[in-house]
T-cell receptor
Framework: QQKVQQSPESLIVPEGGMASLNCTSS?????YFWWYRQHSGKSPKMLM?????GEKEEGRFTVHLNKASLHTSLHIRDSQPSDSALYLC?????????????FGIGTLLSVKP | GPKVLQIPSHQIIDMGQMVTLNCDPV?????FYWYKQILGQQMEFLVN????????KSKLFKDQFSVERPDGSYFTLKIQPTALEDSAVYFC?????????????FGPGTRLTVL
């Protein structure tokens, strides 16, 4: 069964610091990774997606993908207290007729002022 | 941005009763999804629905579950009868089209408690 593993489970960074979150899929058919952010009691909101090897940057957020190892990472620079949330990594494979996302358990990020 | 609404936000029912969870997807979206999240565990795919049909369902989508979207109305998940293990948060999502590159927009979830 396909699994998506995220690490660490929780992370505390100081305001202004860099947060680095990791995610690996066990399914070699994965072709897309999505990063969602979920504040407590709210909807998961898509942050970034990636399907090509390399990196992609949007503002303070950078995502990396290594397709050979099926590993993706999300980096948040100049972290703010408002970044405190649960970060979910999700993978989708091109064999899925139902477009199902396979989620990891998430990384709980806390940014301390 | 586009919003998915879910009604109700919380529902408490007795085991064996029927429950219907309602989802109002983004207006021009064609693909609809339900995911289930048990406390402390990851969110898991239940079912995908397009053009009036179930496209794919997981093993979590038991025979007691059904989905539909009558024209112009909510996309619904019905559980009949409910069991204790159905207690979870159910998230609805929608996407404009299918395929890996189309973002799924999520609602805030319905917390279902089966007593």
């Amino acid at each position: 069964q396909q699994k998506v593993q995220q690490s660490p489970e929780s992370l505390i960074v100081p305001e202004g610091g860099m947060a680095s979150l990791n995610c690996t899929s066990s399914d070699r058919n994965v072709d897309y990774f999505w990063w969602y952010r979920q504040h407590s009691g709210k909807s998961p909101k898509m942050l970034m997606s990636i399907f090509s090897n390399g990196e992609k940057e949007e503002g303070r957020f950078t995502v990396h993908l290594n397709k050979a190892s099926l590993h993706t990472s999300l980096h948040i620079r100049d972290s703010q207290p408002s970044d405190s949330a649960l970060y979910l990594c999700a993978a989708m494979n091109y064999g899925s007729s139902g477009n199902k996302l396979i989620f990891g358990i998430g990384t709980l990020l806390s940014v301390k002022p | 941005g586009p919003k998915v609404l879910q009604i109700p936000s919380h529902q408490i029912i007795d085991m064996g009763q029927m429950v219907t969870l309602n989802c109002d997807p983004v207006s021009n979206h064609l693909y609809f999804y339900w995911y289930k999240q048990i406390l402390g565990q990851q969110m898991e795919f239940l079912v995908n629905f397009y053009n009036g049909k179930v496209m794919e369902k997981s093993k979590l989508f038991k025979d007691q579950f059904s989905v539909e979207r009558p024209d112009g109305s909510y996309f619904t998940l019905k559980i009949q009868p409910t069991a204790l293990e159905d207690s979870a948060v159910y998230f609805c999502a929608s996407s404009r089209l299918g395929g890996s590159s189309y973002e799924q927009y999520f609602g805030p979830g319905t917390r279902l408690t089966v007593l």
